[in-house]
């Protein structure tokens, strides 16, 4: 384990440490239109990229380093990169497959000039970048056409090949862990988790490697699914450094779910919930003080050991959470007793 790992792993034991909040929702404030996102390289390119997100660490690099200093004075331990369709097949919609490594590395590299800034600034509270792998625009489990329930779209060995080829370029760039995130399909997290660790053998080093599930409404079940148990016994042993869920849902109603698998966790525990529920404009309403408030009795009931915000969140809600959970203690792992835990749709413990 690298000496950066291990001073991680020592913050995990003594506080809460904060993810940042929504990437999205501070590039949507910028008002971007077809020409921003384009830039002068790609001025003539053959299809539209407006709301190609991830292009803008190449034709906008300003705005996320921006965003990304806003979110650190906020508060933030950890950065996500801005990476979340930063794959050859979410890529595909712009045809820019080409683009994926490029793109990976300079995300990183733009979070790590973030981190490194505030954490000269403060050596005391040192800044980590997570470079983010988002669960594609495809589903290896799920059917694409009701008609036919064994069609697939995708298979696991091209998720696992389009994975190693972001990882490579993440850690290129400099990330500190790798964030697995929003999973809404355990087969896809599994080809991730599969390409993490071909590329950490193929690189010779090893990073610690978060993942992040979607519960994707009131039923408790990720898309293809299972329950919040199961999704965890799915990847335990990928031996994360956490283990958590974000998007999807406000605090309010995430709670249930961060508790199931807080109970049964060896590793930490990590959450970011979006800002409440979209209302009917599509915008989220709750606002840093109460998002503050519901995070901060997880905490008090020992749920978590890393927080941050998904969906609507800023840095105002980053703000309040830090400020609300920095005198309170992580989560201590659980002393688990050895059992046959193994899942389908449900957890089976034997």
């Known amino acids: ?34 020409n921003d996102y384009r830039g002068e390289r790609f001025a003539d390119w053959h299809s539209d990229l407006k709301g190609n997100n991830d292009l803008l660490v190449l034709t906008q690099p300003e705005i996320i380093l921006d965003i990304h200093k806003q979110y650190l004075a906020a508060g933030a331990d950890i950065l996500e990169t801005n990476t979340f369709n930063a794959t050859s097949i979410s890529m595909a919609d712009y045809d820019m497959q080409s683009l994926v490594m490029e793109i990976n590395i300079e995300a990183a590299r733009l979070a790590k000039q973030a981190a490194a800034e505030f954490t000269a600034k403060d050596p005391s509270k040192p800044r ?28 696991f060995d091209q998720l696992v090949a389009s994975y190693k080829e972001a990882c490579v370029g993440l850690i290129k760039g400099g990330a500190d862990i790798i964030l697995i995130e ?16 071909e590329v950490f053998e193929d690189m010779q080093i090893t990073l610690p490697v978060m993942i992040s599930g979607t519960i994707t409404d009131a039923s408790g079940r990720t898309l293809s699914g299972q329950t919040a148990e199961a999704f ?6 990928v031996k994360p450094l956490s283990f958590g869920l974000n998007c999807a849902l406000g605090p ?3 709670r249930q779910y961060v508790k199931e698998i807080s109970d049964v966790a060896e590793c930490f525990v990590s959450a970011h919930p979006n800002a ?12 840093g003080p109460e998002m503050a408030e519901h995070v901060a009795e997880w905490a008090r ?9 998904c969906c609507g969140s800023s840095p105002d809600h980053i703000k309040s959470i830090a400020s609300a ?16 835990r193994l899942s389908g749709l449900e957890p089976f413990v034997h």
């Open 325 to 340: 959970l920095a005198d309170i203690t992580p989560r201590v792992r659980p002393d688990i007793a050895p059992k046959m």
């Open 301 to 309: 009931s020992g749920l978590v050991n890393i927080v941050g915000g």
């Open 252 to 254: 309010d109603l995430l």
């Open 128 to 155: 980590y970048v997570a470079g983010v792998l988002g669960p594609t625009n495809r589903t290896a489990s799920i059917s694409p056409d009701v008609n036919d329930p064994g069609k697939r779209n995708i298979n």
């Open 276 to 287: 409440g529920l979209p209302n009917e404009f599509g915008e989220y309403d709750m606002e």
């Open 182 to 197: 929003t999973i809404f399909d355990t087969l896809n997290a599994k080809a991730a988790a599969y390409a993490v660790d």
């Open 232 to 237: 965890y016994y799915s990847l335990r042993h």
């Open 1 to 34: 384990m690298s000496e950066q790992s291990t001073h991680i792993l020592d913050l995990l034991k003594q506080r809460i440490l904060i993810l940042d909040g929504a990437m999205g929702t501070m590039i949507q404030r910028h008002k971007l239109e077809e």
